[in-house]
């Protein structure tokens, strides 16, 4: 995440955190973009109060149907994703892949990054190769190439 926040630092936009969780991922996203607004999707609150957005950047509910409408909630196109939303059960974690990947692109900026714990299809990115000493499989990195809207 660190180097994903290094490579979007000149580009405008919120960062968008698909899976709260614990909120670990949360909380480190917000320690090394300070500046950003954090937008957080998950259908349940599980973490620590202090790891929880306020309601405005929380949207709760499934994320297949909150995806849709986001943008004009949001405001803006995000310059960074993170997604990692999932359960232990496999084919339901591909499911809600398939359905968010081909629905983001109109929620991202142009040369915005998805960082992704599952493989994604989004149409008009592309894969980006893992930074040095990220174990293949680990992450998924796609970078936006056109403005989708
Ligand atoms: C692996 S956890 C995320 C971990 C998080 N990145 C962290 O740092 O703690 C996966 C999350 O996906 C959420 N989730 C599962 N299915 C979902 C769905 N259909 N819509 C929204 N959230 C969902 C779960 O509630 C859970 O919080």
Not at 70 to 94: E, F, N, P, V, W
Not at 109 to 135: D, F, H, N, W, Y
Request: aromatic letters at 8%; a neutral charge.
């Amino acid at each position: 995440m660190d180097w994903a926040a290094a490579e979007i630092s000149a580009l405008p936009g919120p960062v968008l955190e698909f899976g709260l969780g614990n909120g670990r991922t949360y909380d480190h996203l917000r320690s090394c973009m300070p500046g950003r607004e954090i937008f957080v999707f998950d259908c349940q609150i599980a973490a620590h109060p202090d790891c929880v957005p306020d309601r405005r950047h929380l949207l709760l509910g499934d994320v297949r149907k909150t995806l849709f409408g986001a943008l004009s909630r949001i405001g803006a196109q995000a310059a960074l994703a993170h997604y990692d939303i999932g359960t232990g059960d496999k084919s339901y974690t591909a499911e809600v892949a398939a359905a968010v990947g081909s629905a983001l692109a109109p929620l991202l900026a142009c040369g915005a990054l998805v960082v992704s714990s599952q493989m994604l299809v989004i149409p008009g990115s592309l894969e980006v190769p893992l930074p040095k000493g990220v174990a293949p499989s680990r992450y998924y990195i796609y970078r936006m190439g056109s403005p989708l809207l």
